[in-house]
Antibody
Framework: QVTLRESGPALVKPTQTLTLTCTFS??????????VSWVRQPPGKALEWLAI???????YYSTSLKTRLTISKDTSKNQVVLTMTNMDPVDTATYYC????????????WGQGTLVTVSS | DIQMTQSPSSLSASVGDRVTITCRAS??????LNWYQQKPGKAPNLLIY???SLQSGVPSRFSGSGSGTDFTLTISSLQPEDFATYYC??????????FGPGTKVDIK
């Protein structure tokens, strides 16, 4: 059974750095073809893909946010970490992690999401 | 980046109706198109991948078609649990996956 769970602060101040952790089970990020992505959704708005890391430790980022994002993995802990620097109120959103496979890069399992509010 | 559009942005339908949602890409994406259903307060749920392949466990009333730039999601007979927002997502541009703006399906 594949599960993912996001954790991190519910509230951050403007200019601070956000660190989110995705803890997963039911698959291994050392298995060829496996990836984990981060996707966010501002309240009432559409989904936005942020970043992906694959089994080979290749990392890719949203063009518009790549200067602010860093994704990393700890295979032994089954965790993926996303950091986003210089947070702004427009970054207020629910942040999801999702399992992704390279066969077609669809997101087949999702965490429940964590709402991050950026406010002073 | 590849831009995705969806139409309509919202629709009202009755239980039993046939519903069709359209997704268009700004350039050809072959069949690298996926569809998700999202209910309020919940994570998205994968319905269709590779334009027309039904994800395991998804009811057969959902179907997808299209290739190139134009795609459709069809619900053959709308059920009460299908009232939700639907998103398309292109996976052709790797990385740089983009979602459509969503189509909200509500009760007429």
């Amino acid at each position: 059974q594949v599960t993912l769970r996001e954790s991190g602060p519910a509230l951050v101040k403007p200019t601070q750095t956000l660190t989110l952790t995705c803890t997963f089970s039911g698959f291994s990020l050392s298995t060829s073809g496996m990836c984990v992505s981060w996707v966010r959704q501002p309240p009432g708005k559409a989904l936005e893909w942020l970043a992906i890391i694959d089994w080979d430790d290749d990392k890719y980022y949203s063009t518009s946010l790549k200067t602010r994002l860093t994704i990393s993995k700890d295979t032994s802990k089954n965790q993926v970490v996303l950091t986003m620097t210089n947070m702004d109120p427009v970054d207020t959103a629910t942040y999801y992690c999702a399992r992704t496979e390279v066969t077609n890069y669809y997101f087949d399992y999702w965490g429940q999401g964590t709402l991050v509010t950026v406010s002073s | 980046d590849i831009q995705m559009t969806q139409s309509p942005s919202s629709l009202s339908a009755s239980v039993g109706d046939r519903v069709t949602i359209t997704c268009r890409a700004s350039q050809s994406i072959s069949s690298y198109l996926n569809w998700y259903q999202q209910k309020p307060g919940k994570a998205p749920n994968l319905l269709i991948y590779a334009a027309s392949s039904l994800q395991s466990g998804v009811p057969s009333r959902f179907s997808g078609s299209g290739s190139g730039t134009d795609f459709t999601l069809t619900i053959s007979s709308l059920q009460p649990e299908d009232f939700a927002t639907y998103y398309c997502q292109q996976s052709y541009s790797t990385p740089g996956f983009t979602f459509g703006p969503g189509t909200k399906v509500d009760i007429k």
